[in-house]
């Protein structure tokens, strides 16, 4: 049967390259779409298609039934199985259901599944005890060749960074395990947004006082305990007062306000300053037939204002919100997208959709900053090609009044290289290019800063902990704080010195005629040349005094007594342990 409406031309793109992935594979799959894209759509045209059984799966009722939905408007039937909807249907060969009740009734889905499609797969977790998880393993049990692919619009999670490995334009973001392998197809919010497929956001910094989080402590995924926020925010009820008057002012000319809370007592502290006629207030304790119903009626725009703590921020689609107010910290991108995301679906006559952060979240909704947290406040994304591969690397950093890298943090390059030509059916490799590195002591092999064992031979690699430790112990050892190198020229010979932070003094030659100490010389200092950006196999002492100033200094150097000088015998790059390096407070 033909499908009732036409796939907008990304839609159509998402479908066959979600075709072309499991044609070639049956490793896990993502989709990147912005909220507003229409993943549904996407979702059942793929489910029409399908010849055999298949699940979509998702967290919440309004997702479940909203994609259900989508896919009887083909005219075909399919089944939900929801103990929110009150339908427990399993017998289909298409079933959109909750998470929550498939993993309850496990033992109801042991026939065999071709595909497993989750909605708002971010919510997926690494962990193998999770629901997702859990469902996925039991599918497999059924059928090895199982299809799992992912729909979402912010792919990524608190203290794990991206769900995925690969990327289909060609790079890795990052070296651990997650819960999908490969990003096939990926549209960003700007190309929505110039396309006149959403709502431009209208992003105002707020005017009057902002909350200050930035003391509070966070617990290992970044988030704030509830008792500390109340705490701080019971000592600030004039900035509640004052954010709440600017909001009601600015929304004089908008059509529907949501503002996401930080706690259910402030929410309630917020809903007390609001027009009580024309506001509602959800949290995760209303009763649901009271929820859908003050839903309905701010959908109905009977009410004006919707003030929620955590509930509303995914399968809540309200087209006439044209005012988004944060006020709630989070460190999560996700979540501070799905939140601005309510806001950006098109409706007839809006213009814009205002957004204020009252939080001081400081998240860039068109590139966030994702993966690696940011070293310290003056980092910024900074583009680092590969020496190796000549990938455009995209690192935290630091630039010139210029716009120059004067330096970075990354570590490998993120860049995949394609197999060889004639190679069939094998996954491109990361290239092997690291920035920084730490050197097998056994095989020589590079390895990253923090890894325990080589990568190579798999033998056990020093901790430079241990290793300064060790040395701290013994009275013919002497440790330095590294805080700069300087370089004399003797002829063919290089002598450097090593300045500690407290004056102290270490040194050693390299003589350059003899091809052993300039090899030497090149793996420690050559190969890390200018920030490890440019590395050079430096041929004379004349040639790397003319470069002196891009040369690295090591973090630590460690040297042994001999009788009548010290010898270095150490010198530990890019040092990440717990001892302070020089000048550091």
């Not at 979600?18 to 894209?37: C, M, N, Q, W, Y």
């Not at 989750?118 to 059924?142: A, K, N, W």
């Not at 794990?160 to 197809?185: A, L, N, S, T």
């Not at 200050?212 to 290992?220: E, G, I, T, V, Y």
Request: aromatic share 10%; with cysteine; glycine share 6%.
């Amino acid at each position: 049967m033909n499908a009732p409406f036409k796939l907008r031309p990304y839609q159509r793109e998402a479908v066959d390259a979600t075709l072309a992935h499991f044609r070639k594979t049956d490793e896990s799959a993502v989709i990147v779409l912005p909220t507003g894209a229409g993943k549904s759509l996407v979702i059942a045209e793929l489910a029409r298609l399908a010849k055999r059984k298949i699940l979509v799966a998702t967290h919440v009722k309004e997702l479940v039934e909203q994609n259900h939905a989508k896919y009887q408007s083909y005219g075909l039937t399919g089944g939900i199985f929801s103990a929110g909807l009150k339908r427990k249907e399993s017998h289909h060969q298409v079933t959109f259901a909750s998470v929550q009740s498939v993993s309850a009734n496990l033992d109801q889905f042991r026939d065999e599944y071709s595909l497993v499609i989750i909605d708002e797969c971010h919510r997926v977790s690494g962990e193998e005890t999770s629901q997702y998880q859990r469902i996925i393993e039991l599918l497999r049990q059924q059928n090895d060749s199982l299809k799992v692919l992912g729909l979402t619009a912010t792919p990524y999670r608190l203290a794990m960074g991206w769900i995925y490995r690969y990327h289909y334009r060609g790079f890795v973001r990052g070296e651990d395990d997650k819960p999908f392998q490969h990003c096939i197809y990926e549209l960003p919010l700007s190309y929505m947004i110039n396309r006149g497929y959403l709502t431009r956001p209208e992003l105002v910094n707020a005017a009057v006082a902002q909350y200050d989080f930035s003391a509070l402590p966070r617990d290992r995924f970044g988030e704030y305990a509830e008792r500390d926020v109340n705490q701080l925010l019971s000592k600030h009820k004039r900035v509640t007062r004052a954010i709440i008057e600017q909001v009601v002012e600015l929304a004089a000319e908008r059509q529907g306000v949501m503002i996401f809370a930080a706690t259910v007592e402030h929410a309630r502290e917020v809903a007390g300053y609001l027009p009580e006629h024309e506001t509602a207030l959800i949290t995760g304790a209303t009763d649901l037939k009271d929820r859908d119903l003050l839903i309905q009626r701010f959908k109905q725009q009977q009410l004006k204002y919707l003030v929620n703590v955590s509930v509303l921020t995914t399968g809540f689609d309200a087209p006439h919100v044209d005012f988004i107010a944060i006020l709630r910290p989070t460190q999560s991108v996700s979540l501070y997208q799905q939140i601005v995301g309510r806001g950006l679906r098109l409706d007839e006559g809006k213009q814009d959709c205002l957004v204020i952060d009252y939080a001081g979240n400081h998240v860039n909704l068109h590139h966030p900053e994702v993966g690696e947290p940011k070293p310290n406040p003056d980092s910024e994304p900074v583009q680092v090609f590969c020496p190796g591969c000549g990938f455009a690397n995209i690192f935290w950093g630091k630039t010139d009044g210029e716009g120059l890298v004067i330096e970075h943090y990354g570590r490998r390059c993120q860049g995949l290289l394609e197999p060889a030509d004639g190679v069939q059916d094998e996954r491109p490799q990361q290239c092997d290019y690291r920035f920084r590195f730490k050197e097998c002591p056994h095989c020589g092999a590079e390895n990253d800063i923090a890894a325990r064992n080589c990568h190579q031979c798999h033998k056990a690699i020093i901790d430079p902990d241990d290793q300064l430790r060790d040395a701290l112990k013994l009275k013919d050892a002497m440790v330095i704080r590294c805080a700069g190198i300087s370089l004399v020229a003797d002829g063919r010979k290089l002598k450097i010195t090593y300045h500690g932070e407290d004056g102290e003094e270490l040194g050693e030659s390299f003589d350059f005629s003899k091809p052993g100490p300039r090899a030497v010389f090149n793996k420690l200092f050559g190969r890390r040349f200018a920030n490890s950006q440019a590395p050079k196999a430096f041929s004379s002492a004349d040639e790397v005094l003319e470069l002196e100033a891009l040369l690295p200094a090591p973090d630590f150097v460690i040297a042994r007594k001999q009788k009548h000088y010290w010898q270095v015998q150490e010198r530990v790059f890019d040092y990440q342990g717990q001892f302070r390096k020089a000048n550091e407070v």
